[in-house]
């Protein structure tokens, strides 16, 4: 189901009683918008590598060879004989050169067939070693230096909140969640906390039925009282729930699989995710989980060997993806999807004595699926870093994890700078990640030019100190302010100048949302005021 296209040609019979001049203002910076691809139906599909995994032993330094085998004299991968590492691209530069731990066949063949990328070195700046805390860094869109990016919400929930604003209150949770008992704290927005749904242990095809029958009828009556207020939460809560329940038992029966996957937990998750997506289910982004690799011992099984409990979790990992790929691939969805690996911190460069690693900083990404260019980014980590007197540490960051997120956001999902700026900002050296954003990273025919985001507000000028968002809309706009405005003053105009509404209202953090669902289609405009008596004219377009 192709639920938007941009623009829908309703919106633009919506105001033809408006003269011409008016239909040319109002919608000439979204005409180039017209012509762009449908990509209504594109996920995000992302694989939590939970415990942190060691990097150097999945993506093995070549031209560091030496240096490796001197810092892991027992765990290392060999670079001869049956169990050698896997070379991954003998045409790379020297400092690219790197090998595969030997386990990863499977990435090696999706390597070569240009549907996967290696990104070396990610992390943040001031990395925290706690799995704990620098697991809800990663989710919020933080760093080990603040939680100005906020801390009771997730850069997911962000994202979605702002940039699928108009299908917040739709029949399918925007994200789903596997692997995990917990709900993520990723998936959290500002304002909107049912965004996602977690799946774990449940059977899809009978997830309706079974969460339908759980509970009786709701009172009638409920009282104006915190209990109240508590209670019909929950009710609403158990309806939401109700319906997105339905909506992915549907999708599940709809969907198949057309491969076979391992008999493992993580192909399970990516299967089922497989035939969601196959049943049409229009939520916008997954995330499934592997846990285990936190190795402090038993990594190796024994000195000399490449096999253990990492081998385990490298084989189930890289199974799944090659099954959940060519699944994708032979059910012609592949376009629609790119998924990425992430796991909260790497392991030290120096082995730990007990056929394992202790918690390290910089870990290797993996992007993957049809439209991912293909290749390495970043050089091989600098062995000569890790020495006694910083604990055998790799510190120096090539990307931030935010880079490789935002640049997928905006050049696959097609979010404009300002959803990325509100997603998460690089506070630590108060920069935008629009201006850091990995290159290559999506093909050039999967790539949203900045003609082709998404809603971009008609009118608007680099120096305005609010976006709107989402603009067409259908029910609901929000005003985002830069500068985190505690207050707003706003109107909105008809065309011919009459007011409609005139406030001055709170923000949240900076954000304000205005429910519009009773205006007819056509074009407005927005006036907003800021504490400084700054005013600013945006032209926002019902549909």
């Not at 009638?220 to 915190?226: A, C």
Request: negative net charge.
């Amino acid at each position: 189901m192709k639920r938007r296209n941009f623009i829908k040609l309703s919106a633009t019979a919506s105001v033809i009683a408006l003269t011409p001049l008016e239909i040319k203002a109002a919608l000439e910076p979204l005409s180039s918008m017209l012509e762009c691809p449908d990509i209504s139906s594109r996920k995000l599909i992302l694989i939590n590598l939970a415990g942190g995994n060691d990097g150097l032993n999945t993506v093995i330094p070549i031209n560091q060879y030496n240096l490796y085998s001197q810092l892991r004299p027992t765990i290392k991968i060999s670079n001869s004989g049956k169990d050698q590492y896997l070379k991954l691209d003998t045409t790379l530069p020297e400092n690219q050169q790197v090998g595969l731990h030997p386990v990863l066949k499977g990435f090696k063949e999706i390597y070569d067939t240009g549907q996967l990328r290696v990104l070396q070195s990610v992390g943040y700046p001031s990395q925290n070693k706690s799995h704990f805390k620098s697991t809800d860094l990663y989710l919020t869109g933080n760093d080990g230096m603040s939680l100005n990016n906020g801390s009771n919400s997730g850069w997911i929930g962000r994202f979605m909140e702002q940039f699928y604003a108009d299908q917040v209150e739709e029949a399918f949770p925007l994200a789903i969640e596997m692997g995990s008992p917990k709900n993520s704290l990723g998936f959290h927005g500002v304002e909107e906390h049912g965004l996602s749904l977690n799946i774990t242990g449940q059977d899809p095809s009978g997830y309706y039925s079974v969460l339908n029958g759980l509970g009786g009828a709701p009172p009638q009556n409920i009282s104006n009282s915190d209990y109240g207020k508590e209670l019909d939460f929950i009710i609403n809560t158990d309806a939401l729930s109700n319906k997105y329940a339905q909506t992915i038992s549907t999708s599940f029966d709809k969907g198949q699989n057309t491969v076979s996957y391992p008999d493992t937990d993580i192909s399970d998750q990516l299967k089922t995710v497989a035939r969601l997506i196959s049943g049409d289910l229009q939520s916008k982004v997954f995330m499934v989980r592997i846990s285990g690799f936190d190795t402090h011992n038993a990594q190796a099984q024994d000195a000399g060997s490449p096999l253990g409990k990492h081998a385990d979790l490298l084989t189930q990992l890289s199974e799944g993806i090659v099954a959940f790929v060519k699944d994708m691939n032979q059910q012609n969805l592949a376009d629609d999807m790119v998924g990425l690996t992430f796991s909260e911190f790497g392991r030290k460069a120096k082995e730990n004595g007990s056929l394992g690693t202790d918690h390290g900083e910089i870990a290797p990404m993996f992007v993957f699926g049809k439209p991912v260019e293909g290749g390495v980014s970043g050089t091989n980590p600098d062995l000569s870093e890790a020495k006694e007197d910083n604990n055998f540490q790799l510190k120096t960051v090539q990307f931030d994890y935010r880079e490789t997120i935002g640049t997928l956001l905006q050049d696959y999902l097609g979010a404009t700078n300002q959803v990325i700026d509100a997603t998460f900002f690089n506070y630590a050296n108060n920069e935008s990640f629009n201006n850091l954003k990995i290159e290559k990273l999506i093909k050039d025919q999967f790539n949203i030019s900045k003609s082709c985001l998404r809603d971009v507000p008609p009118g608007s000028q680099e120096d305005q100190e609010w976006q709107i968002f989402p603009n067409p809309f259908d029910e609901r706009i929000t005003l985002y302010s830069i500068h985190e405005e505690e207050y707003v003053t706003y109107e909105i105009f008809t065309s011919s100048g009459a007011l409609l509404m005139s406030r001055h209202e709170k923000t949240s953090f900076g954000r304000h949302g205005i429910y519009l669902a009773h205006l007819s289609s056509g074009a407005y405009v927005l006036k907003i005021t800021s504490s400084n008596n700054r005013t600013e004219v945006h032209k926002i377009l019902k549909i």
